[in-house]
């Protein structure tokens, strides 16, 4: 199929290898461009479209003409003879946005060449330009007695009849043929806004944009109080609200994106974004709404009682879709000023949770945030999810069962620490699969805390997984580019060594920045009973100070 498809660009070309005519100067032409890159066609088989006029010039495709385009699509128009350049975007059948701007086309420089080749029977010269460090040369005619171009480029030079970006990609006339049907475009019912808001506007109309929560306090008050639509508990430490996700057949990346900014805390705190499943008779919305009391206990012989940090029966523990990490007082703070310091004015953090989709693909469920803190100013963010179509390998039939959970998102309602690791038995959860699941894996997400000198937070822990009693991964999170974030800990303690608290290596986070989940490998696993357990050479306390590790697992594979 390639070979025929070369060939018949090849007789293409040929066909017009005469010595060609002059254009009609008051005539419509319609000009095909194909794209071809090392020798061989592009295999999209949508031609770029020009459509010259006297007046106007089109930059269009195939699919667009033959109304067979997705949507959004984009068009560019130039109007001659002042080389006005109008983008034209069509987010809809009846959505229709532009912006013009009569400077591009008159800034553009290029480099001319005596080179000359015959393109379509048309002797052709060289001009070449850089374009964000990439070299496009343009071979041109002025023979044809018109004035068009494939892209912005080169639309006042002459036709051109190719454009050859960095050497080796191609875009090619194979045909000119004039036109009768086709009438100008009236710029008189373009819908016309600023370039910022068009970009912008198109950019969002690609991908689906569930706003969770726009400009939400989470501190700690007394009497935290709840809307319609967003609850909030633990003091006011977390908010949730129920979220309807579209249902979609096409393989989607989801992104999450946060953003926070101080409102009165100073200090860099543990934050999460997760999923409260529902699916079983006791969930975390039962704990929130009346005490944490109600979860089922885990207890591993330390002494301790851990309310809701494993999977039972009867309750599932929230999904965590993003650990996160606030910065030294972001925003609130930046009145204290260092030298050759430009402080941020928030932090946003966005993460790729993909993995999760099809728990979440066409169902409504809560979604909530919390932040850790006892401050009555708090923080404020806001939070999205974006739905982008293509990209990930589709998988019809999806595990995604969640094991564990220890960060204790009901902290200030009285939820324990994750101390669990004190005890040899660690973190320990077994599960039961109905059906055999290939390629299983742990979504394992891991941050040590206990914040002196001594407290885990400083000091580097193995971290070992092991699955029906055998070791099944072991490693050390540890960061070491927390100096990296600087600019955004404005509040941060700074030290005679020189050094700033926010620059100090941590357990798997650093202020500011969220914290990447692994990824663990556990292979086919048997329908059956199953159990995984987490150990963690815990620090000792000192005095009243106790370190602590939030982990939190899920299960993921395909039945």
Same mark, same amino acid.
């Given at each position: 199929?390639?070979?025929?498809?070369?060939?018949?660009?090849?007789?293409?070309?040929?066909?017009?290898?005469?010595?060609?005519?002059?254009?009609?100067?008051?005539?419509?032409?319609?000009?095909?461009?194909?794209?071809?890159?090392? !020798?061989?066609?592009?295999?999209?088989?949508?031609?770029?479209?020009?459509?010259?006029?006297?007046?106007?010039?089109?930059?269009?495709?195939?699919?667009?003409?033959?109304?067979?385009?997705?949507?959004?699509?984009?068009?560019?128009?130039?109007?001659?003879?002042?080389?006005?350049?109008?983008?034209?975007?069509?987010?809809?059948?009846?959505?229709?946005?532009?912006?013009?701007?009569?400077?591009?086309?008159?800034?553009?420089?290029?480099?001319?060449?005596?080179?000359?080749?015959?393109?379509?029977?048309?002797?052709?010269?060289?001009?070449?330009?850089?374009?964000?460090? #990439?070299?496009?040369?343009?071979?041109?005619?002025?023979?044809?007695?018109?004035?068009?171009?494939?892209?912005? =480029? !080169?639309?006042?030079?002459?036709?051109?009849?190719?454009?050859?970006?960095?050497?080796?990609?191609?875009?090619?006339?194979?045909?000119?043929?004039?036109?009768?049907?086709?009438?100008?475009?009236?710029?008189?019912?373009?819908?016309?806004?600023?370039?910022?808001?068009?970009?912008?506007?198109?950019?969002?109309?690609?991908?689906?944009?569930?706003?969770?929560?726009?400009?939400?306090?989470?501190?700690?008050?007394?009497?935290?109080? *709840?809307?319609?639509?967003?609850?909030?508990?633990?003091?006011?430490?977390?908010?949730?609200r129920k979220v309807k996700f579209p249902e979609l057949t096409a393989n989607t990346n989801v992104f999450?994106?946060?953003?926070?900014?101080?409102?009165?805390?100073?200090?860099?705190?543990?934050? *999460?974004?997760?999923?409260?499943?529902?699916?079983?008779?006791?969930?975390?919305?039962?704990?929130?709404?009346?005490?944490?009391?109600?979860?089922?206990?885990?207890?591993?012989?330390?002494?301790?009682?851990?309310?809701?940090?494993?999977?039972?029966?009867?309750?599932?523990?929230?999904?965590?879709?993003?650990?996160?990490?606030?910065?030294?007082?972001?925003?609130?703070?930046?009145?204290?000023?260092?030298?050759?310091?430009?402080?941020?004015?928030?932090?946003?953090?966005?993460?790729?949770?993909?993995?999760?989709?099809?728990?979440?693909?066409?169902?409504?469920?809560?979604?909530?945030?919390?932040?850790?803190?006892?401050?009555?100013?708090?923080?404020?963010?806001?939070?999205?999810?974006?739905?982008? #179509?293509?990209?990930?390998?589709?998988?019809?039939?999806?595990?995604?069962?969640?094991?564990?959970?220890?960060?204790?998102?009901?902290?200030?309602?009285?939820?324990?620490?994750?101390?669990?690791?004190?005890?040899?038995?660690?973190?320990?959860?077994?599960?039961?699969?109905?059906?055999?699941?290939?390629?299983?894996?742990?979504?394992?997400?891991?941050?040590?805390?206990?914040?002196?000198?001594?407290?885990?937070?400083?000091?580097?822990?193995?971290?070992?997984?092991?699955?029906?009693?055998?070791?099944?991964?072991?490693?050390?999170?540890?960061?070491?580019?927390?100096?990296?974030?600087?600019?955004?800990?404005?509040?941060?303690?700074?030290?005679?060594?020189?050094?700033?608290?926010?620059?100090?290596?941590?357990?798997?986070?650093?202020?500011?920045?969220?914290?990447?989940?692994?990824?663990?490998?556990?292979?086919?696993?048997?329908?059956?009973?199953?159990?995984?357990?987490?150990?963690?050479?815990?620090?000792?306390?000192?005095?009243? *100070?106790?370190?602590?590790?939030?982990? *939190?697992?899920? =299960?993921?594979?395909?039945?």
């Amino acid at each position: 199929m390639k070979q025929l498809y070369i060939f018949i660009f090849s007789v293409l070309i040929s066909a017009y290898s005469q010595a060609q005519q002059a254009l009609k100067v008051n005539a419509i032409y319609k000009i095909v461009y194909w794209r071809s890159a090392d !020798g061989k066609p592009k295999e999209d088989r949508n031609p770029t479209v020009v459509i010259a006029a006297e007046q106007q010039n089109l930059l269009t495709n195939e699919s667009i003409l033959a109304k067979q385009a997705k949507y959004p699509h984009e068009q560019s128009l130039i109007t001659k003879p002042g080389n006005i350049l109008f983008q034209l975007a069509d987010l809809s059948k009846n959505d229709q946005l532009s912006t013009s701007d009569s400077t591009t086309i008159a800034k553009q420089v290029f480099e001319f060449s005596n080179e000359t080749k015959v393109i379509l029977g048309y002797t052709c010269k060289k001009a070449k330009t850089i374009v964000n460090s #990439n070299t496009i040369e343009l071979w041109y005619t002025t023979e044809a007695s018109i004035k068009a171009a494939p892209t912005v =480029l !080169g639309q006042d030079l002459g036709l051109v009849l190719e454009q050859v970006r960095n050497g080796n990609s191609f875009t090619t006339a194979t045909k000119i043929e004039e036109v009768k049907s086709i009438k100008p475009i009236d710029l008189t019912r373009l819908r016309l806004i600023d370039g910022l808001s068009y970009k912008d506007l198109l950019w969002k109309s690609r991908f689906t944009t569930l706003s969770v929560f726009n400009n939400q306090t989470i501190n700690f008050i007394d009497k935290p109080q *709840s809307t319609d639509s967003i609850f909030r508990f633990a003091g006011g430490t977390v908010i949730a609200r129920k979220v309807k996700f579209p249902e979609l057949t096409a393989n989607t990346n989801v992104f999450v994106d946060l953003t926070e900014q101080s409102k009165g805390d100073a200090y860099d705190r543990t934050g *999460s974004v997760f999923i409260i499943p529902t699916d079983k008779p006791l969930s975390l919305m039962n704990a929130l709404e009346n005490s944490v009391k109600v979860l089922p206990v885990y207890d591993n012989g330390n002494g301790k009682t851990y309310q809701g940090v494993v999977a039972t029966p009867n309750y599932s523990p929230v999904i965590e879709v993003m650990r996160f990490f606030t910065p030294f007082g972001v925003g609130q703070y930046n009145y204290l000023k260092l030298k050759d310091k430009k402080w941020a004015d928030r932090v946003y953090y966005r993460q790729d949770v993909s993995e999760l989709f099809p728990l979440v693909n066409g169902k409504e469920v809560w979604i909530a945030v919390f932040i850790g803190n006892y401050d009555k100013g708090g923080h404020k963010i806001s939070l999205n999810i974006t739905l982008h #179509n293509a990209g990930r390998e589709k998988v019809d039939k999806a595990l995604i069962l969640p094991l564990f959970n220890s960060t204790n998102v009901m902290e200030m309602a009285g939820q324990e620490y994750a101390t669990m690791f004190s005890s040899d038995k660690g973190l320990e959860v077994s599960f039961t699969l109905i059906k055999d699941v290939k390629d299983a894996k742990l979504r394992y997400i891991t941050t040590g805390h206990g914040g002196w000198g001594g407290g885990d937070e400083f000091v580097p822990r193995k971290n070992t997984i092991w699955l029906d009693g055998k070791e099944a991964f072991a490693f050390i999170p540890w960061r070491q580019d927390c100096g990296s974030y600087r600019l955004s800990n404005p509040a941060s303690g700074n030290f005679e060594t020189g050094l700033s608290s926010s620059d100090l290596s941590r357990s798997n986070w650093c202020p500011g920045t969220v914290t990447n989940p692994n990824i663990i490998s556990l292979g086919d696993l048997k329908a059956g009973d199953h159990t995984i357990k987490v150990t963690i050479p815990m620090g000792l306390p000192q005095g009243s *100070s106790s370190s602590a590790w939030n982990v *939190s697992g899920v =299960l993921l594979g395909k039945e």
